[in-house]
């Protein structure tokens, strides 16, 4: 929509602002054309909050991608999501910018994928409650893609090294029950 | 199932074969021309907006210069297999399911063609059987079409049945999301021959498989080839997690098994919908408003967007463990799946592909 002010000046719309915005951070075309694709109430709201929060070229378009694909998943307009309490409260609490759409794209991701972050919370959650130590570390799959558990030692002596292969030891069956949850439950 | 076609283009040479002749008269109402070029009618069309889903209306009978046999190209040494070959018959399909890998697979020949001289396949195939005597084979025609889709104006799986049924070692797959068994009725197998249906449930068909018949159609159709003497076996592939599909598959087994007992069943196969980037963009960009589009999938390491892998497997348990629960002793295996997946899923540490493949072709 082109709105004329009285003198004949052009009202800045929204849509303006969007095509400001996609092009100070270098956003692309296929995006931007999602984006616009939004109907209107939808990429104001997408556009107030990539403001409010100052994104990053590769947030905007991660988290363009992100409320996209959780309004298809829910059957709610993308305005929704991004006026959603949860991303208003974070929009809300003090700390940085950048620290604020960190915490933003992160909710986006745990709503995107709300199994996988449950699921990865609890495994961390217990592999920290084995207090394996600082030189033990138990590396999970990216996102959990694959089924494959990793257990690495780091020791600058023998005697680390025995501390931390007993502190498994005492830990094996905990751990062989994460790497069987990691694989969808004991076979 | 009906399919609307703009048009039907013969190649120059095959206008006078059985099929073109079959399909010609079967189609009087759809306008029909022969071409030259048919490399140039089966590219993508500058002027459609979908020129994928527009190909689909374009049927095109032309000559195979290609082998029609070749392995299943899925096969791979990070997968556990199973042995199958397949029959190129058809490329692309009428029907139009949002996470089909042809939205990639045939961007760049969009066209539904069938090739005319599909007689030739025997000869193949009576050289597979020379080459291994002893063993059995399977062989798929649903691999880049669905083997059934058309076969009411085509007659093409009658035939196959017609040549296969007369050698030894060679069993024929008629994978399909259709209820188009008609032509299959008039024949008798002889234990040559089986259809396979992909299994999913009501959701999925609603929302991704459209043009499909449904869930119960396709059941339906199962239980009339059994009772014409034919195997049958189901894919439970691809299976896709959304919210509730756990007990949506466990009724979906359940109605199939009220109408098609565990022993009728030749075997199953199980695999989770999978995705190259390229093919999740291309389906993404058709079906925009899918949700089954959007499952929680992540990069798996071969490649492709899975399941993230606890759901995955817990999902392909469920399904293994309700077939289990059910008595059924047919074979079942997964398809795309490393060895590990496999060894949770059944406890057991997976035949080898040929093994496999001989135990689906005889079961």
């Known amino acids: 929509v082109v709105s004329e002010l009285g003198d004949g000046r052009r009202r800045v719309t929204v849509d303006d602002k969007i095509r400001a915005l996609a092009t100070r951070r270098r956003v692309p075309d296929s995006h931007l054309a999602d984006w616009m694709a939004m109907e209107p109430v939808s990429r104001e709201a997408f556009f107030n909050l990539a403001d409010d929060l100052g994104f990053r070229t590769a947030q905007l378009i991660r988290a363009l991608e992100l409320i996209r694909e959780i309004a298809v998943r829910r059957s709610v307009a993308p305005a929704s999501i991004a006026t959603s309490d949860e991303l208003a409260r974070i929009a809300r609490v003090a700390g940085s910018r950048p620290e604020r759409a960190r915490r933003a794209l992160d909710a986006l991701e745990s709503m995107r994928y709300p199994m996988l972050h449950a699921e990865l919370d609890a495994l961390r959650r217990d592999i920290w409650a084995l207090k394996l130590g600082g030189n033990v570390r138990v590396g999970l799959p990216r996102m959990l893609g694959s089924d494959e558990v990793t257990v690495s030692i780091s020791a600058r002596s023998g005697r680390e090294m025995a501390r931390a292969i007993e502190r498994l030891a005492d830990s094996a069956a905990a751990l062989a029950e994460i790497a069987d949850r990691v694989g969808g439950g004991k076979s | 199932v009906n399919f609307e076609l703009d048009e039907i283009i013969v190649e120059r040479g095959v ?164 209820d188009e068994i008609d032509g299959l009725l008039e024949i008798d197998p002889r234990g040559r021959a089986m259809v396979s249906w992909t299994m999913t449930p009501t959701a999925v068909w609603k929302s991704s498989e459209h043009r499909t018949a449904s869930p119960s159609a396709r059941i339906a159709a199962a239980r009339r080839v059994i009772d014409a003497g034919y195997r049958v076996g189901f894919h439970f592939d691809p299976l896709i997690a959304y919210e509730n599909a756990e007990r949506d598959y466990s009724d979906l087994i359940d109605e199939l098994f009220d109408s098609v007992a565990p022993s009728e069943i030749a075997f199953v196969s199980i695999g989770g919908l999978r995705m190259t980037p390229a093919l999740k963009r291309a389906a993404r960009a058709r079906h925009p408003n899918d949700p089954m589009l959007l499952g929680e999938d992540v990069p798996a390491p071969d490649g492709r967007l899975r399941t993230f892998t606890p759901r995955r497997i817990a999902m392909y348990r469920m399904v293994a463990e309700k077939l289990r629960r059910a008595g059924a002793v047919m074979p079942a295996y997964l398809c795309m799946e490393s060895q590990s997946v496999h060894e949770r899923v059944f406890g057991t540490h997976p035949p080898s592909a040929a093994q496999l493949g001989s135990v689906l072709a005889t079961a």
């Open chain 2, 15 to 178: 206008e006078n074969s059985a099929l073109a002749r079959r399909v010609i008269a079967a189609s009087a109402q759809v306008t029909c021309r022969v071409c030259d070029d048919v490399r140039a009618e089966v590219r993508p069309r500058a002027d459609d907006a979908d020129p994928f889903g527009a190909g689909k209306r374009r049927f095109v009978i032309s000559r195979r210069r290609a082998p029609f046999l070749m392995a299943c190209p899925g096969a791979s040494a990070q997968f556990a297999c199973c042995g199958y070959l397949v029959a190129i018959l058809a490329s692309n399909c009428p029907m139009d399911c949002s996470y089909c890998f042809l939205q990639e697979h045939v961007a760049d020949n969009p066209a539904f063609q069938i090739f005319a001289n599909y007689p030739d396949l025997m000869g193949e195939l009576d050289a597979v059987i020379r080459s291994a005597p002893s063993r059995s084979f399977r062989v798929g025609t649903g691999e880049l079409a669905d083997s059934l889709a058309f076969d009411s104006i085509t007659g093409i799986a009658r035939d196959l049945v017609e040549m296969v049924r007369e050698r030894g070692n060679i069993t024929i797959e008629f994978k399909t999301k259709t």
